[in-house]
Structures are given as C-alpha cells and as structure tokens.
T-cell receptor, first 111, second 115 residues
C-alpha cells in the first residue's frame, strides 16, 4: 500500500532557507503535493509536481523530485515567520484520485 | 481555480446527537469526493470515498453505519456522524478532484467537538 513519510519537526531562523523532506513508496504516483496547514485552519495547496518532472520552482518555493529514490523535497527560500505551519507531503497514485498524506512536518521559524 | 466549500466550519454537539457536514464543489462537477479525518497532531487519514449515485467506499476500520455518506448530486456530498461520542471529536475535511485529476481541492474543514 501507499506510505508517505516525513520528519516531524524543523526549526529555522528567519531569512534562512528551509528544506522539508519526504519519501513515498508508491511507484505509480502521478502527482506529488505539498500542502500547508496553519493552526486551526484547513489545507492550502502550495505546489504540486508531476511525476515525470525533476524540479518545479514557484517564487520562494522549489520542489525537487528524485523518482528513483522516491524522495520529494520542498525548499522555502528566505523563510518568514508567516511560513510557520505544518507542511504535508502527499501523493496521488496513478489511476486513483485519493491522496495519501504524510504525517506533516511542523516548521518553526525563529525571528 | 476550482473551489470546494465545506460547511459548517465548526460545530459543537451533544453526545448521542447526529451532525451533518456538507461538501460542495462550487464550479465543477465531482463524481467522486473524499472524506478525511485528522486526529490531533496526526496526519489526515482517508475515511471513505463518496461516489455520486452509488454507495460510498469505506476504508478499513471506519464504521459505515456511524459515518453515513451521501453523494446526492455531482456537486454535493454529505457526511453524517451519527450518535456522536466525544471520541468522534476531530477535524473532518473533504476533497474533490478535478476532472483532469491533476489536483484534489480541499474544503476548509469542519472541527467537530462532541460534549
């Protein structure tokens, strides 16, 4: 079955870059996502990458995908205090529409 | 972009009562919608797949008689938590994929507190 793993916690200083890592097991994954959840709020889609891509950049966000190692990362440049949240890695397997989430990485930005 | 609206955002109910949560796709049709539950400090777990015009598909361990799902139209799915207990208190969130299957849009979530 599908399994998505990510570290629980990351602390960075304001202005530094943050890198959140994720590994997944389903080789049939078609899309991989990064969602942001602020305290008490729902999910906000940050970005997604198709499985045949290696990299996607969107302003301060850079997603890297190593399909061979089933490793996904999210880099946030110039991290701000407003970036403090829980970041979920997720995958959508080929042929299906349901999304499997990682446990979420809590990003703490220190002023 | 596509929008999924979930209502209510939060609800408090007494033990033993039932609570209905609605999930609507506002500008697209969704033959399939998904219901997730998030326990405190945990990830989102898929509860069931809601299929328009047919029975929902429940994940292992989810009580179908307790969590009633109805997908009455191409834009509306409802989750009813029946005979709610305090342990049902959680954050429930729905999602609907677009027809292109490139993205699953999520509702705002419903925080249920059973007292």
């Amino acid at each position: 079955g599908e399994d998505v793993e990510q570290s629980l916690f990351l602390s960075v200083r304001e202005g530094d870059s943050s890198v959140i890592n994720c590994t997944y097991t389903d080789s049939s994954s078609t899309y991989l996502y990064w969602y942001k959840q602020e305290p008490g709020a729902g999910l906000q889609l940050l970005t997604y990458i198709f499985s045949n891509m290696d990299m996607k950049q969107d302003q301060r966000l850079t997603v890297l995908l190593n399909k061979k190692d089933k490793h996904l990362s999210l880099r946030i440049a110039d991290t701000q205090t407003g970036d403090s949240a829980i970041y979920f890695c997720a995958e959508m397997a080929g042929g299906y529409q349901k999304v499997t989430f990682g446990i979420g990485t809590k990003l703490q930005v220190i002023p | 972009g596509a929008v999924v609206s979930q209502h209510p955002s939060w609800v408090i109910c007494k033990s033993g009562t039932s609570v209905k949560i609605e999930c609507r796709s506002l500008d697209f049709q969704a033959t399939t919608m998904f219901w997730y539950r998030q326990f405190p400090k945990q990830s989102l777990m898929l509860m069931a797949t809601s299929n328009e015009g047919s029975k929902a598909t429940y994940e292992q361990g989810v009580e179908k008689d307790k969590f009633l799902i109805n997908h009455a139209s191409l834009t509306l799915s409802t989750l009813t938590v029946t005979s709610a207990h305090p342990e049902d208190s959680s954050f429930y969130i729905c999602s609907a994929p677009t027809n292109q299957n490139t993205e699953a849009f999520f509702g705002q979530g419903t925080r249920l507190t059973v007292v």
